[in-house]
């Protein structure tokens, strides 16, 4: 199992995510996407000792925001990342990608891939700025909408030349006023 400890960048504090802060992220989970996962999905998700990694953002004592990651070998996946609409445009997203990132190296992974719906140009956006490319798609992939995925990939985590780019991200994190409490 990846080893998780609390983590602290531009005010938001990154912690695992435990079955007691389900319900706070359920209530973003609801509001944000159109198919949101259930209280099962993401208990289930926790109960896996390995493989996984879901990690809560909080300003203060207040959860803002989380993230999931599933790994499998030299890919790591992510399975899930959103924000309270209240703070969104404020890095929160960029803190718990740099992490999942981090987490992914660590766990041995050298690419990450993820899934996107079309219409959400603002994730592909926050994704982009990640390396993140389009590699194929996922016809009718969410099956509420029946909207297609992008599946997009970013290669070489491991690598100085991402490092970097990860510094870079990072030092902009930095440079922004620090989210209020
Ligand atoms: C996508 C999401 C997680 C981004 O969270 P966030 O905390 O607002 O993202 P950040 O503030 O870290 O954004 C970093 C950069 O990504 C891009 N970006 C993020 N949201 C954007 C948007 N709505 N429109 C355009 N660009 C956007 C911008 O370049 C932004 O930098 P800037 O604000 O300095 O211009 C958030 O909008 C969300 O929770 N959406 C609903 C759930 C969702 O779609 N999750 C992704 C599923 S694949």
Redesign the pocket.
Known sequence: MVAETATALGGVALAPMHRRDLRAVLQIEKR??PEPWSHTIFASELALRHGRSYKVARLGRRVV?YRGVMFSGEEAHVT????A?E?????????L?LDAVASSIEAGANQLS????FS????Q??YR?FGFAPVGVRKGYYQLTGEDAYVMFVREIDSPAYAARLADIEAQVRARPALAR
């Open positions: 944000v996407f925001g899930t990342i959103a924000v609409p703070y969104h445009r404020r890095g929160v997203a960029t803190v990608l993820l899934e996107v719906a959400n140009h603002g994730a956006a926050l700025s």
